[in-house]
């Protein structure tokens, strides 16, 4: 996820990475991870704690005061957690209109990622 | 490539959803779309956000996700029946054309795909469903997807703040974070691909940019093992 500021709106967070904030700590599917009481202020996320805690490399660029924040990882992880696929919200290249894959539901998708590279 | 499978499919409950993963944006895989004239979603992923979340590292690529929108095949090389780009490329005489690009063909007639039993173990999942032989467990989903160690998560996170760079007008800043993508994830084509494509588009030939390029790359690894076999 980048950043421009280390404090990021918790539903900006949820949209990018699919952790949200719960009376439980960060979930993300049936994993939680405990948050310490003020790594959440005024609807933003400090993405410092966040990033220790979830185990997220943060990288900056500072020429360009930048930051990005990498999905979560550890030794053993893969890349999906749970079997749920996460809910991406894309435009549509015909209509430019944005398309949410879970409007799907109810009918078997193939999701097929090409290039024109 | 995948209309005409859709067409087949689509009254049985199925769906197509393609995904361009594309930093050049609209203007790179429009012309593609419009193309083929598709009347399924047709999706641009500037940012790669559908390579982090799904752990797509080539393409073609393919997650097969069922009507509760739960994954029971995650990312893997995907071909619709026929491989038609393939096929052109069987017929074509290499000493035809200029030696450089000569060259990445013979590597590129030696990549090895199976569209058949790709397609066929499709079908058998849209008429089977759960049923299916080729529909997985959610655990064999989780363990079948990229592995992701800090050094993938990094990987990630550079390949974004370059992409977001050159969406700015700084591609100059882009390709240092995305020198660091390629050195943390080797195994990434995507990256590597995307990268390389804006040096020197078509044959992504070794340029001073990057330490690799396609056809080098490709001959460290083999060509027959570009895209891994499909466990069907």
Redesign the interface.
């Known amino acids: ?2 950043l421009d500021s280390l404090h990021v709106d918790v539903d900006d967070f949820k949209g ?1 990475t ?1 952790w949200s904030v719960q009376p439980q700590g960060l979930c993300q599917g049936d994993v939680c991870l405990p948050l310490p009481a003020d790594a959440v202020a005024d609807g933003r996320l400090d993405v410092q704690t966040v990033a220790e805690r979830a ?5 900056h ?1 500072e ?2 005061a ?1 930051w ?8 053993g ?12 919200e ?5 209509t430019g209109k944005l ?1 949410r ?2 409007s ?14 | 490539m995948w209309q005409e499978l859709r067409e087949e499919l689509h009254p049985k409950g199925f769906e197509v959803v393609t995904v361009a993963l594309d930093t050049g944006g609209v203007e790179a895989a429009k012309p593609f779309v419009d193309q083929a004239n598709a009347n399924h979603p047709s999706l641009l992923d500037e940012a790669h956000v559908v390579d982090e979340l799904f752990g797509v590292v080539n393409v073609p690529n393919g997650v097969w996700i069922d009507e509760g929108q739960m994954i029971v095949r995650p990312a893997e090389p995907a071909f619709p029946g026929r491989n038609p780009v393939m096929e052109s490329f069987e017929k074509l005489d290499v000493s035809t054309l200029p030696p450089d690009i000569a060259d990445i063909m013979v590597e590129v007639k030696k990549i090895r795909t199976d569209p058949a039993a790709y397609k066929a173990a499709l079908l058998d999942w849209v008429e089977q469903g759960a049923e299916s032989r080729y529909a997985l467990s959610p655990d064999e989903v989780v363990a079948r997807s990229q592995a992701r160690t800090d050094a993938e998560a990094t990987a990630a996170a550079h390949f974004e703040l370059g992409q977001h760079l050159h969406r700015t007008g700084e591609h100059a800043a882009a390709i240092s974070h995305w020198r660091e993508a390629h050195r943390l994830q080797p195994e990434n084509w995507t990256y590597k691909r995307q990268a390389w494509n804006f040096e020197d588009p078509v044959r992504q030939g070794h340029t001073d940019a990057y330490d690799g390029s396609w056809i080098e790359d490709v001959r460290k690894i083999g060509p027959e093992n570009y895209y891994p076999a499909v466990d069907l």
């Open positions: 996820m980048l990018r699919g185990g997220m490399p943060l990288v660029d020429a360009h930048l990005a924040l990498g999905p979560a990882a550890g030794s992880r893969r890349v999906l957690t749970t079997a749920q696929a996460p809910d991406v894309l435009p549509d290249l015909r398309f894959l879970s799907l539901r109810g009918q078997k998708v193939l999701l097929l990622a090409w290039a024109s590279w």
